[in-house]
């Protein structure tokens, strides 16, 4: 499995961007989808995700602004945010992890696949 993010950039606080996570590798309906963020000198943070069933999570920090929309056919996971914030500021990483819906979804150490992250930042 490998995970290519993209879609980062300077945004306004106010506005809005979307990130595209593309999946590499076979069966990607099986598998739970996720964004994390992580702000250089701190701990890799929740943002969202979908499992391969029916479950999304928001982090409470993005709940409302941000969406975790999936599309299987095409192998790709999204993060659509909306109303951004300065705080909203960070590298943006997807995650994947094989269908496990017994563990979860928020916790970054449940997830075995990471792309290589997207810079995302927002003026005030």
């Known amino acids: 499995v490998q995970l290519q993010a993209s879609g980062g950039g300077l945004a306004q606080a106010g506005g809005s961007l979307r990130l595209f996570c593309k999946f590499s590798g076979r069966t990607f309906s099986n598998y739970d989808m996720a964004w994390f963020r992580q702000v250089t000198g701190e701990e890799r943070e929740f943002v969202a995700a979908?499992?391969?069933?029916?479950?999304?999570w928001y982090a409470d920090s993005v709940k409302g602004r941000f969406t975790i929309p999936r599309d299987n056919a095409e192998k790709m996971v999204y993060l659509q945010m909306n109303s951004l914030k300065p705080e909203d500021t960070a590298r943006y990483y997807c995650?994947?992890?094989?269908?496990?819906?017994?563990?979860?979804?928020?916790?970054?150490?449940?997830?075995?696949?990471w792309g290589q992250g997207t810079l995302v930042t927002v003026s005030s």
């Open positions: 995650a994947a992890r094989w269908w496990a819906p017994g563990r979860d979804a928020t916790e970054s150490a449940n997830y075995d696949y």
């Open positions: 979908i499992s391969s069933s029916v479950g999304i």
